[in-house]
């Protein structure tokens, strides 16, 4: 084993999960194997035109969030997102208030079911709303609570109308509707909502990239992994580089990679573990954006920045020049809308051409705003066939199997918490605390 192929830690999986545990173990000789050409994962930001739009992660939570704890620490700039009013489409239609009861009030709903949804979603805040702002706990009994049956069957819409509006939210949150999902994502979403939201100036990719910077040439890109397997002494990695295949060794590894990705690497795991990463099912999201030739304005009103969308193709819209200075946007004169889908179009979307999906979703966003397409001089597209671990009734039990250390190796990943921004970080952070805790001596 030459020197240089040996080091204390490999972390396999350059998203915010493995990033952020190399960021934790930064002074250990540590290396992060990446198989793409780039770090970040899906934190992913692109340029469009005048604008950079988030194909990712689009936000952090609040003011003292693992995330905006990081951010802060190493200098990334966020911005508040300075929302004043609360929008739906919904059948057909945009709405917008500046109250969340507001929007209720204008919705075309019965009003003895306006009413319900009023008094069940005042029960949830009462009930649950101290789960925000806490690290997840899988074994917390209110955690529990919301992952125990389906969402439909914990809310118990009274019509179809109710269905359409707790789908709205649940297709934002998981990419699902709320017969497959349990109500955990929804919930907690529909309770962040209501929280302060920033924006990372230059798109969400910029937390990762400081990382990288921090990390500087222990960031190994183009480096794709094929196996993983623990000697008696070692961890031996097996991997694609650029100039042909090597043979990596390390006293200890972490996994920052989905379950399934998990998996196939790690030769030798356990049956328990292998049966218990068998169990994880991944929900597909694709991300789209437009540039247009007029501002966003023209089609969203003022202090709009996210619409959920119901009863069509897409699940959401956002506007990613929000952010950026009115003088800034009043000189380039352009707008965007970032659009994106859940679960079920997405593997769509993914069956077409690059030129068919984007075709499909403007088709879908013309409906909406009839004679946007007319405006476009641009767009993009990403899909992400692994967006979000599928949440069935009783996953919450899985998650301390999934964070069990394997002798040498440790896991990581969205599959292994909360999931989404906060979860996937804290477990990266966890997993950094396992090494620094661990009695296994590390290379020197």
């Not at 979307?349 to 705003?369: G, K, N, T, Y």
Request: charged share 20%; net charge neutral; with cysteine.
């Amino acid at each position: 084993m030459s020197s240089e192929n040996t080091h204390d830690i490999l972390i396999i999986g350059a998203g915010i999960a493995g990033l952020g545990a190399a960021y934790r173990l930064r002074e250990n000789d540590v290396v992060v194997l990446e198989s793409n050409n780039f770090a970040g994962g899906r934190t992913e930001s692109r340029q469009l035109g005048d604008y950079v739009y988030n194909a990712g992660a689009q936000v952090i939570m609040g003011d003292s969030s693992p995330v905006a704890q990081l951010a802060d620490e190493l200098g990334v700039p966020r911005t508040l997102i300075k929302k004043t009013r609360v929008p739906l489409f919904y059948h057909g239609k945009l709405y917008s208030a500046r109250t969340q009861p507001g929007l209720l009030n204008q919705l075309p709903l019965p009003i003895v079911e306006k009413v319900r949804f009023a008094l069940t979603n005042l029960a949830i805040k009462r009930h649950y709303g101290q789960l925000v702002g806490k690290i997840f706990d899988p074994t917390d009994p209110l955690v529990g609570q919301l992952n125990a049956v389906t969402a439909q069957e914990f809310l118990r819409p009274a019509s179809d109308r109710m269905v359409d509006l707790w789908n709205t939210i649940s297709m934002i949150a998981d990419g699902e509707s709320i017969d497959c999902t349990t109500p955990y994502h929804p919930i907690m979403i529909m309770l962040q909502f209501l929280e302060k939201e920033y924006a990372v100036t230059g798109g969400t990719h910029q937390l990762t990239l400081a990382m990288a910077r921090k990390l500087g040439d222990r960031v190994w890109t183009n480096h794709r992994v094929f196996s993983v397997e623990e000697k008696s002494d070692r961890v031996e990695v097996q991997v694609n580089s650029p100039s042909g295949p090597r043979t990596l060794y390390a006293k200890q590894a972490i996994l920052a990679t989905p379950g399934p990705v998990t998996r196939n690497l790690v030769k030798g795991l356990p049956d328990s573990k292998l049966s218990v990463l068998a169990n994880l099912e991944y929900a597909s999201q694709t991300s789209a954006a437009v540039l247009l030739d007029v501002p966003t304005r023209n089609y969203l009103p003022d202090g709009v920045w996210r619409i959920p969308v119901s009863g069509h193709r897409s699940c959401a819209i956002t506007d990613p020049s929000f952010f950026y200075p009115a003088e800034y946007r009043d000189s380039c004169g352009t707008g965007i809308l970032r659009i994106y889908t859940g679960d079920l179009e997405s593997r769509y979307l993914q069956s077409l051409s690059r030129e068919e999906a984007l075709e499909r979703i403007v088709e879908d966003l013309d409906d909406m705003f009839p004679r946007i397409q007319e405006r476009i001089i641009d767009s993009d597209i990403r899909h992400w066939p692994m967006a979000n671990v599928r949440w069935r009734p009783g996953h919450t039990a899985l998650i301390p199997k999934l964070q069990t250390p394997i002798g040498r190796l440790h896991f990581c990943g969205d599959y292994t918490g909360a999931g989404y921004l906060n979860g996937s970080l804290v477990s990266g952070q966890r997993a950094a605390k396992e090494i620094k805790t661990s009695k296994g001596e590390l290379c020197c």
